[in-house]
Nanobody, 125 residues
Framework: QVQLVESGGGLVQAGGSLRLSCAVS????????MGWFRQAPGKEREVVAT????????YYGDSVKGPFTISRDNAKNTVYLKMNSPTPEDTAVYSC??????????????????WGQGTQVTVSS
């Protein structure tokens, strides 16, 4: 019954900004730690950022080189990923994911229980 729906993807120029949103329904959002992952054609899925249940702890993957920011609004059942100054190397399908267990900042993708369908982000140069 838990559903995650991403939005906000699209085409953005390098040096611009973009904000992705992930709306969660069918569960108790505040009980979920959340993560953003991405996968580009021909590449493995990688972690972008994760955030604890209350938003007090965040983690960013080694692949994130720019000023990306993960945040959440538990009143809106939504987690966000703000992408500032992205580069073409950030082009990928971005997916959000959730799990209800103890927060581990670097928890691998395979250990997240719920996933959205993803949203395409294309960064042009």
């Amino acid at each position: 019954q838990v559903q995650l729906v991403e939005s906000g993807g699209g085409l953005v120029q390098a040096g611009g900004s973009l904000r992705l949103s992930c709306a969660v329904s069918g569960g108790t959002f505040s009980s979920y730690a959340m993560g953003w992952f991405r996968q580009a054609p021909g590449k493995e899925r990688e972690v972008v950022a994760t955030i604890s249940r209350r938003g007090g702890i965040t983690y960013y993957g080694d692949s994130v080189k720019g000023p990306f920011t993960i945040s959440r609004d538990n009143a809106k059942n939504t987690v966000y990923l703000k992408m500032n100054s992205p580069t073409p190397e950030d082009t990928a399908v971005y997916s959000c994911a959730a799990h209800s267990q103890f927060y581990s900042p670097s928890r691998p993708a395979g250990r997240y229980a719920y996933w959205g369908q993803g949203t395409q982000v294309t960064v042009s140069s």
